[in-house]
């Protein structure tokens, strides 16, 4: 049974920096990405990896401050936050799936329970 567990979430101050884990356990995956829910609004796309990290994309509101990475022995992949500030507030999910590249919700069959970023000014 495919398993995609998040950690690493908390509530931080402006500025500060976090660093979130999503352990994938029942399989590895080509595609591995991040998304974001905040209240109100929809989930959206924050940063995908492809199967040996050549390959990254972000969302403009993280460029520059978000990085994805992965370690396919440890079957994880993590986000480096980085400068983190109110609007990045938000459940953090974990997306995986076997396709070779995705951006969209639609394009990740796998999903994690979610992690609760919060950032205070």
């Known amino acids: 049974q495919v398993q995609l567990v998040e950690s690493g979430g908390g509530a931080v101050q402006a500025g500060d920096s976090l660093r979130l884990s999503c352990a994938a356990s029942?399989?590895?995956?080509?595609?591995m990405g991040w998304f974001r829910q905040a209240p109100g609004k929809e989930r959206e796309f924050v940063a995908a990896?492809?199967?040996?990290?050549?390959?990254?994309v972000y969302a403009d509101s993280v460029k520059g401050r978000f990085t994805i990475s992965r370690n396919n022995a440890r079957n994880t992949v993590y986000l480096q936050m980085n400068d983190l500030k109110p609007e990045d507030t938000a459940i953090y999910y974990c997306a995986a799936d076997s396709r070779s590249w995705g951006v969209r919700n639609d394009e990740y069959r796998h999903w994690g329970q979610g992690t609760q970023v919060t950032v205070s000014s």
């Open positions: 990896i492809s199967w040996n990290g050549g390959r990254t």
């Open positions: 029942g399989r590895t995956f080509y595609l």
